[in-house]
């Protein structure tokens, strides 16, 4: 019995490795933001390899493969699998590429350009190809001041639900202030530094809850956050 299974097994790799690669698939994670056209990931692989389709597995270098897309800014990772498939008289393969993609939380925008930032800081490019509905972030900034003074309380934002809903833009004016811009009420919040940023914010919730909840979401223009433990509303 032993010697049939090994037997058996041994002539199943041979027919896998010798299964000829027939297509392509591409695989995103559902919970992906943002994706590339799986017809660029598509190219990666062929052109890494341009005999690709009609080659045997054990011919494939799949770890190269899983490096070339690797390359792209946008993926954080890519798992190049080799599966088979069997019909009525011979084996078929099927390379499929699983790309897990970075997750912007911010977009920025400057005299320079525009790009993203995942939650570790990481810089990617935005393209057409994959646009992403994140926090946008205007003004005089640069690529550090974003990294090291905003992504902070940026994510401090993203995972407060109230917070999240609730803001729509940074400004960075050229003193290095913050103004916030808001979804819902016709007011600006003046943060002034990002020192002490989340005491900030929770008075300034604090605030919403109390003043602007009672019908008086339209009757300030700004409100500043700037004092210490002091909230200042010009009214319109």
Known sequence: MIAFLVITLA????????????RIEIEYEPEDVISIDKAVI???????DKDILGKHFDAIN???????????AAVLNAEVIEMVERDSSSYKGVLTVRVKHRDPI?????????????????KFPVTG???????????????KF?????????????NDDFWK????????????????????????IEMGTTDDF?????NMKTFYKKVLANNNWNKYETISLKYKDQIVAKRK
Not at 106 to 122: A, I, K, M, P, T
Not at 129 to 143: C, F, I
Not at 146 to 158: G, M, N, S, T, V
Not at 198 to 202: A, G, I, V
């Open 11 to 22: 002539f199943t790799s041979a027919k896998y490795n010798e299964a000829p690669c027939s």
């Open 165 to 188: 809903a609730q803001i729509e833009q940074v400004h960075v004016e050229n003193d290095g202030n913050i103004i916030l811009t808001p979804l819902f009420g016709h007011h600006l």
């Open 129 to 143: 190809t994959y646009p992403a509905n994140v926090l946008l972030v205007t003004g005089n900034v640069d690529e």
């Open 106 to 122: 911010v977009r920025v925008y400057n005299r320079s350009g525009s790009y993203y930032l995942d939650e570790f800081g990481y």
């Open 146 to 158: 974003a990294r090291e003074k905003l992504l902070p309380c940026i994510r401090y934002i993203e």
């Open 42 to 48: 598509r190219n990666i692989i062929t052109s890494a």
């Open 62 to 72: 799949t770890a190269s493969l899983e490096l070339e897309v690797e390359k792209q």
């Open 198 to 202: 989340e005491l900030k914010l929770r």
